[in-house]
């Protein structure tokens, strides 16, 4: 049971929109990451999707680019409390590219330019639930914001939706990602508040 | 693997200290905190009393000392944390946290490397955590802190970083607004010369932590990219709105 804070009224909340536990709105887009912004240069840009048997297919920019790709909106949560409502995006859809790699495995790892790594179930890389993207907002998808291209899974916790994606790997165990290997919830679901291990 | 739940705990103010016109160190006796390492932080949630709840993240500053943990907070312009843990609480008032929180932008006494902290604004917390960690451990790895603020008006810690400055520790003040006195460095942001410095070249490989507003963050890490520091030896930590809609 919450004890209440003397003298902390918090912000009106007549307007305030349904969101996951803990979290709060903001208006602007902030940037978080465990290290320096990667430079990708788009000429030797590759994406690959490697199946638990070794089997790799990959994508240069131009191949990922002549995919059938969507617009779409969807609300982002960060494990660091914000929530940003209505954010437009433009990219290709995980069941477009899984379409090209046959799988039955259950887990996936994602690893990206710059060293980092994330984990999912693969599960949730399906059903138009999640997508590679390379525009936000009608423009460019920024660097500090993953571009040229991050993966984006926005029924997750952000860290999951990993930015400047390189690769996904299927797997048949679960290998935690760097992240969940740090104290973050396996899963992250913000509907669950799934910030930390254990939660 | 088991692993329990970081609980909600009941912290008690036990002491104040006001750090700057905009920022105030929190001292709270947390009776079963489990310890931390220096840089990480801690979740604080706030209640009202029709039962609204909002969280917020913040850097822990102090090493763990028996009982009391220190937060500094920084007032933020039209924040809802911030201006009451800097302006409202009182000695004696309750608040809940949970953590530690982060096992990455750590630094602890094993780590027998020089250490490069470079800080902008309040990004200076988490760093000054490593700091005094240092110090209470009689660390022998070389450190530099290069802590940029507009002034020293807005500049935190700054008496016990002037005394704490020694022969392991080095201490190298960015005002990018206004330099306190004719003679040092002129006023500007952190530039490459301010990187370029005799022991803490690539070639001596430091460990380098990186805290601040992104636009701090960003700038500093392309900075030393540039000098030739190696991006896996870069750690960063950015707070704060990005000032735009990128």
């Given amino acids: 049971m919450a004890i209440v804070s003397r003298g902390f009224a918090g912000r009106a909340r007549t307007v305030a929109p349904e969101l996951p536990p803990g979290q709060y709105l903001v208006d602007d887009f902030p940037v978080l990451s465990a290290g320096p912004t990667p430079r990708v240069d788009l000429d030797s840009w590759e994406f690959a999707i490697t199946s638990e048997t070794g089997v790799q297919h990959s994508w240069s920019w131009r191949e990922l680019r002549a995919l059938p790709s969507e617009r779409f909106t969807v609300d982002l949560h960060c494990v660091t409390k914000w929530s940003k409502l209505d954010t437009a995006w433009g990219g290709v859809s995980l069941d477009t590219l899984l379409g090209a790699v046959g799988t039955s495995a259950d887990y996936a790892l994602v690893r990206c330019y710059g060293g980092y790594t994330t984990n999912l179930p693969v599960a949730d890389l399906r059903d138009g639930k999640a997508w590679i993207v390379f525009e936000y907002d009608g423009a460019d998808l920024h660097p500090e914001h993953g571009g040229p291209a991050r993966l984006l899974v ?15 790997e299927f797997r048949a165990d679960d290998k935690p990602g760097f992240w969940e290997s740090l104290g973050y919830h396996n899963y992250g679901d913000p509907w669950r508040e799934q910030r930390y291990w254990g939660d | 693997m088991t692993v329990r739940r970081a609980s909600w705990r009941i912290a008690t103010v036990t002491a104040l200290r006001r750090e700057s016109a905009t920022s105030r160190t929190l001292v709270l006796d947390v009776p079963d905190w489990p310890g931390h390492l220096a840089g990480q932080h801690v979740d604080v949630r706030l209640t009202a009393e029709d039962g609204y709840s909002t969280q917020r993240s913040y850097s822990i500053a102090a090493p763990w000392r028996r009982t009391q943990l220190e937060l500094t907070v920084e007032n933020v312009r039209d924040g809802e944390v911030s201006p009451y843990l800097t302006e409202v609480v009182e000695i004696g008032d309750e608040l809940e946290l949970r953590g530690p929180i982060g096992g990455w932008f750590v630094w602890s006494a094993q780590q027998a490397e020089p250490v490069l902290l470079l800080a902008g604004g309040s990004g200076v917390v988490p760093l000054m955590a490593m700091v005094r960690e240092h110090a209470d451990q009689a660390s022998t790895a070389p450190f530099r802190l290069v802590y940029s603020t507009r002034s020293a008006v807005t500049a935190i810690y700054r008496d016990e970083l002037e005394r704490a400055a020694g022969a392991v520790l080095q201490v190298d003040w960015i005002f990018t607004r206004q330099a306190p006195t004719a003679g040092g460095r002129s006023a500007g942001r952190l530039s490459a010369a301010d990187l370029l410095v005799d022991g803490w070249l690539d070639v001596q490989r430091p460990a380098i932590y990186v805290c ?23 750690k960063t930590e950015r707070f704060g709105p990005t000032g735009d809609q990128r």
């Fill in chain 1, 154 to 168: 926005p029924h997750l916790y952000l860290w999951k939706s990993a930015k400047w994606v390189r690769g996904i």
């Fill in chain 2, 212 to 234: 601040g507003p992104s636009g701090f963050v960003e700038s500093a890490a392309t900075l030393l990219i540039a000098a030739g520091h190696e991006p896996g030896r870069i």
